[in-house]
């Protein structure tokens, strides 16, 4: 499971705040199960990196971790369900970068302030992504699926996690900097997302650790990564820096809660466990 999320799991960041309800100041905290709310749906990276932390931490704390998957607007369905919660150190999120740095520009009507009704509390990975074509598309490489971008009119379809996903910029920004059109269908998640590449659905896709599989298993093709370096993981594929410099893409996730006084802050997080590494994987 570690090898295929083709992540890296870091250290605490910072703590912004901490629960003051008397069950998590006691020391006896959690001394119930942990609801974890994932903002996609099973199969997708976000889900297989919740589910792997949820694994690690729940023999330390001596209680389960419950995940809770709530798709819907980018993460901001699970956001608000944890903004709503009450601030006991029980709710947290698996929170994606584009629920803070994209939806609150991208919906005019957010149903809670990222910023201000939550606390993060600790950067947990931080991936690539994979640029993944269906095997009817006849391209073995980058510079042919850009040149066939490039005669291909309609424009092929690619998909994305979801509006304002960072899955979806990288694509936009992959269509700028190499002068392409493509044409985007979002999806609730990379598992579904995954499944229309698979189907037919759409030609293309930027993919995380619900392409891997299909990547190794020869149901779809790899034609590059976004990262500064080559995966570990598939180290035959080329950045797409390597071939056309000045593109690169990294994704990250962090874990949430609601926002509470600043008590006790670093005590909640250590009885988290984000304090210190967890896994590191390169």
Not at 94 to 113: C, E, I, Q, S, T
């Amino acid at each position: 499971m570690r090898g295929l999320l083709h992540t890296m799991l870091v250290t605490l960041l910072f703590v912004a705040g901490a629960a003051t309800a008397a069950t998590a100041q006691t020391s006896d905290y959690p001394n119930r199960p942990i609801r974890m709310y994932v903002g996609f749906p099973p199969g997708g990276a976000a889900d297989i990196v919740a589910r792997t932390i949820a694994h690690a931490l729940s023999p330390r704390l001596g209680q389960t971790i419950v995940i809770e998957n709530k798709a819907g607007t980018g993460g901001n369905a699970a956001g608000d369900a944890v903004a709503k919660a009450d601030p006991d150190g029980y709710t947290l999120l698996h929170g994606p970068d584009n629920l803070f740095l994209v939806n609150p520009h991208l919906y005019a009507r957010m149903p809670f302030d990222p910023l201000k009704d939550l606390t993060p509390v600790a950067s947990l990975a931080a991936n690539q992504l994979i640029l993944a074509v269906n095997p009817s598309l006849k391209v073995n490489n980058l510079q042919e699926f850009v040149a066939l971008a490039k005669r291909t009119k309609p424009p092929l379809f690619y998909a994305s996690i979801g509006n304002g996903s960072m899955h979806h910029i990288a694509m936009e920004l992959l269509k700028r900097h190499l002068g392409i059109e493509l044409t985007h269908v979002p999806y609730r998640g990379g598992g579904p997302a995954g499944v229309a590449l698979l189907a037919g659905e759409v030609q293309v896709m930027f993919g995380g650790g619900s392409v891997v599989p299909m990547v190794q298993s020869g149901q779809v093709k790899a034609l590059a990564v976004t990262g500064a370096k080559r995966s570990s993981i598939l180290p035959d594929l080329p950045t797409i820096g390597e071939i056309y410099p000045g593109y690169e893409v990294t994704i990250w996730h962090g874990r949430d809660r609601r926002r509470a006084a600043a008590a006790r802050r670093a005590q909640t997080a250590d009885r988290l466990g984000l304090g210190r590494t967890l896994y590191h994987h390169a």
